[in-house]
């Protein structure tokens, strides 16, 4: 009888084992039944502040997607984290998203600098990241499998601003001034290379580090070149010193702009007044647009978060973490993060707000287009294009 007991005792206990086990091989990192952890850094303070407004805009769209019920029954749990656009407390960041929160995924996340240093250790431990808020070529050349980009590489972008500048306004001496680290020279690589392939010269290249204030030898440098175009890779506090310094010396070339410089009304006004003229590349709808999704992103913006700024900056938070959302919705109930890139290699030519989407198993660029736009005398944006797409 005690030797009957004791079998059923280890039968017992075994079975337990096995169930333990189990449920230990099954536990997804950041997922429960009940929600989804998704982390975002963004420069909430710092030298790229203004840029901050995008990590804000995510925590509205997820708010508004909780509000709808979630997730196949899960809610978003949200974390956002200030980096002020220092690579070093990005990658503090990404060990804590992983080692202490454990996030499930993460989106956004401004800036190439800082995104690099936690791209390695988010892929390392199977954590898709979705929307990089950067165009920079890390995110998917060479391919990575955990990342899907949104936004549109910034040298196909400079590409077509350079093109446009050209063929459309009759521009012959361009000039580029960028911020001199892999942000910055990937625009000038797409300037560089439309001049190129057109038998062009550049009239000038003026590169600026992130700490510089004094940019009054860089207006000078740009004016001696007798550029009648200066395409900007910059960040919005030297796009408005330089203008503010061109404007001194009576320098008044053609500005153009990449798309994160596209915040139409808060350039204008940071700039006072002289962002008017400007033409930027747009990466989404313009802010008053009448989209049934911008509509509706209006009205939740009114509802949850009406002391922020609706803009350019803001909405794009909501524009990276919209294929998230459709990725989480199409990979089911038994969510893995196989089964969530599976899921968004699903979507083709797929459209919320910003450019349309392709991804497939060996490609995760997801956007190659850009919409072109002017800065009208009161400060809000004219569209110029409809989406172009580079096909070089």
């Known amino acids: 009888m005690k030797r009957s007991m004791g079998m059923a005792c280890v039968v017992v206990v075994g079975f337990c084992l096995m169930a333990a086990w189990a449920g230990a091989a099954d536990k997804v990192r950041g997922v429960t039944d009940k929600a989804i952890k ?17 990590a804000r805009g995510t925590d509205l769209y997820f708010k508004l997607i909780n509000d709808e019920g979630g997730i196949h029954g899960r809610k978003i749990e949200y974390y956002l984290r200030d980096d002020a656009y220092n690579p070093a407390k990005t990658k503090a960041i990404g060990k804590e998203f992983i080692n202490q929160i454990g996030v ?41 499998k955990y990342i899907f980009a949104v936004y549109p590489l910034y040298v196909d ?7 446009y500048a050209v063929e459309k306004m009759g521009k012959k001496k ?11 020279k990937d625009g000038l690589e797409g300037v560089e290379k439309y001049m190129k392939e057109k038998g062009m010269e550049l009239a000038a290249r003026v590169s600026v580090e992130v700490p510089d204030t004094d940019l009054s030898s860089h207006a000078l440098k740009l004016k001696e070149s007798g550029a009648d175009a200066v395409i900007m890779y910059l960040l919005p506090k030297h796009a408005a010193i330089i203008l503010g310094e061109a404007a001194k010396i009576g320098f008044a070339p053609q500005w153009i702009s990449s798309s994160t410089l596209s915040d139409a009304p808060l350039m204008y006004e940071v700039t006072k007044g002289l962002w008017k003229g400007v033409i930027v590349a747009s990466f ?9 999704l911008m509509v509706k992103y209006r009205q939740a913006w009114q509802k949850y978060a009406p002391k922020e700024r609706w803009g350019t900056f ?42 349309p989407l392709t991804y497939t198993p060996t ?11 002017k800065v009208k005398d009161d400060g809000n944006l004219e569209l110029l294009t409809d989406w172009i797409t580079i096909t070089k």
């Open 104 to 144: 499930f995924a993460v989106v956004g996340g401004v800036g190439t600098a800082p995104g690099m240093a936690v791209r390695d250790d988010l892929s390392e431990n199977k954590v898709v990241w979705v929307g990089p808020s950067t165009g920079n070529k890390h995110w998917s050349r060479p391919f990575q």
């Open 157 to 163: 972008e400079a590409y077509l601003l350079t093109q």
């Open 38 to 54: 998704i982390g975002q850094w963004g420069p909430q303070t710092g030298p790229a502040a203004a840029w901050g407004a995008v």
């Open 174 to 184: 361009i000039a580029v001034f960028y911020q001199n680290d892999d942000y910055g």
């Open 363 to 373: 490609d995760h660029l997801g956007a190659k287009s850009v919409k072109i736009a």
């Open 284 to 292: 989404g709808e313009l802010p008053d647009s009448d989209h049934p």
């Open 314 to 355: 803001y909405y794009a938070g909501i524009i990276w973490a919209e294929p998230l959302v459709e990725g989480l919705k199409r990979a089911g109930k038994n969510l893995t993060p196989e089964g969530l890139i599976g899921a968004l290699e699903t979507l083709k030519d797929w459209k919320g707000i910003g450019p």
